[in-house]
């Protein structure tokens, strides 16, 4: 069964400095996505960025980047310029193989953004 | 906005008491899903529907019964909750089709069970 681990509980960083989160997971299959969503304090969880497995080049989305590491397992997000609407609890996300597109999430990180 | 709505936002009900969750999305998508998200755990995925079909029911206790009466709504019925079921329950829709994984996520209904 695939897991995802964020070890990173809390996070704190600087407005306009640079953040990485981390995530790493365990799957034996070859094709897959991976995400990150962010959540507010509103509740409402929002696709930040999303990799697919078989691409190579890593996925940006303005400030966001991610660090894909496939034989490492690894997908870290990095947030760049960071402002005070980014703090947030961050979710890394597997999506598991099957009709269901079943994701599977790790126990987030809580990002706090200091003034 | 991300299109998917849920109602009511909180709710707090006794074990004994009959409630349903609703969830509604406007985007176009065929495949709803039901997932629990406690404190310090993992999002729990609970059902998944997709057509309409109900196509994984991820062992959860009968005391939760969902309903999909068309592609656009969702349903969580709740009978005789106990209190470990206090939890925000979350709805996520995404299109069935190749190519788009994602899933938009509704903002939640906080379930307090006295």
């Known amino acids: 069964a695939q897991t995802v681990t964020q070890s990173q509980p809390e996070m704190s960083v600087q407005e306009a400095e640079t953040v990485t989160l981390s995530c790493t997971y365990d799957?034996?299959?070859?094709?897959?996505?991976l995400f990150w969503y962010k959540q507010p304090p509103s509740r409402q969880m929002i696709l930040v960025i999303r990799?697919?497995?078989?691409?190579?080049q890593n996925a940006t989305e303005n400030r966001f980047s991610v660090n894909f590491q496939k034989a490492a397992k690894s997908f870290s997000l990095k947030i760049s310029d960071s402002q005070l609407g980014d703090a947030a609890m961050y979710f890394c996300?597997?999506?598991?193989?099957?009709?269901?597109?079943?994701?599977?999430f790790g126990t987030g990180t809580l990002l706090a953004v200091q003034p | 906005e991300t299109g998917v709505t849920q109602t009511p936002r909180h709710l707090v009900m006794g074990m004994t008491n009959k409630k349903s969750l609703k969830c509604e999305q406007h985007?176009?998508?065929?495949?709803m899903y039901w997932y629990k998200q406690s404190a310090k755990k993992p999002l729990e995925l609970m059902f998944v529907?997709?057509?309409?079909?109900?196509?994984e029911n991820n062992s959860v206790p009968s005391r939760f019964s969902p309903e999909c009466p068309n592609s656009s709504h969702l349903f969580l019925h709740l009978h005789t909750l106990q209190p470990e079921d206090s939890a925000l329950y979350l709805c996520?829709?995404?299109?069935?089709?190749?190519?788009?994984?994602?899933?938009?996520f509704g903002p939640g209904t906080r379930l307090t069970v006295t």
């Open positions: 996300a597997y999506r598991s193989s099957g009709a269901t597109n079943k994701l599977i």
């Open positions: 990799q697919e497995a078989y691409k190579q």
């Open positions: 799957t034996s299959e070859s094709d897959y996505y």
């Open positions: 996520a829709s995404r299109l069935h089709a190749r190519e788009r994984y994602e899933q938009y």
């Open positions: 529907y997709s057509l309409e079909e109900r196509v």
């Open positions: 985007l176009g998508h065929n495949a």
